[in-house]
């Protein structure tokens, strides 16, 4: 493996670490996330540096930053409501019980926490 293969397997795999925590993170932080991550597609797909980056996620079959982030929160949030694991997490997850009887009732939702 040449140099630059092995660097772009090490950002790759340390830019998905932890998404999950990326949600509502500012704008800015997301953008420049953004940026990287459409720089690591040119360098993977060897394309041009004035490529447009979204045909280059979609062929590398790549959520974009906001999304991927959203994805690996509902993931996680469904697999601690699903398993109960890992246990510090699943207390933190509040089912709602709507007030009064809805079609919707037998649907699982979560209460969002206020902060």
Not at 11 to 17: K, Q
Request: proline share 7%; glycine share 2%.
């Amino acid at each position: 493996m040449n140099k630059v293969a092995h660097n772009t397997c090490l950002t790759f795999s340390n830019f998905h670490y932890c998404n999950a925590l990326l949600y509502g993170a500012p704008e800015v932080t997301l953008d420049k996330l953004q940026r990287a991550q459409n720089n690591l597609a040119r360098v993977v797909t060897c394309s041009a540096r004035r490529s447009s980056a979204k045909p280059l996620l979609e062929s590398l079959h790549w959520l974009p930053v906001r999304q991927r982030c959203i994805y690996k929160l509902a993931t996680l949030t469904y697999k601690v409501q699903s398993t109960a694991t890992p246990a510090y997490l699943h207390p933190l997850l509040i089912p709602h019980a709507p007030a009064h009887s809805l079609r919707s009732g037998s649907a699982k939702r979560l209460i969002i926490p206020r902060t």
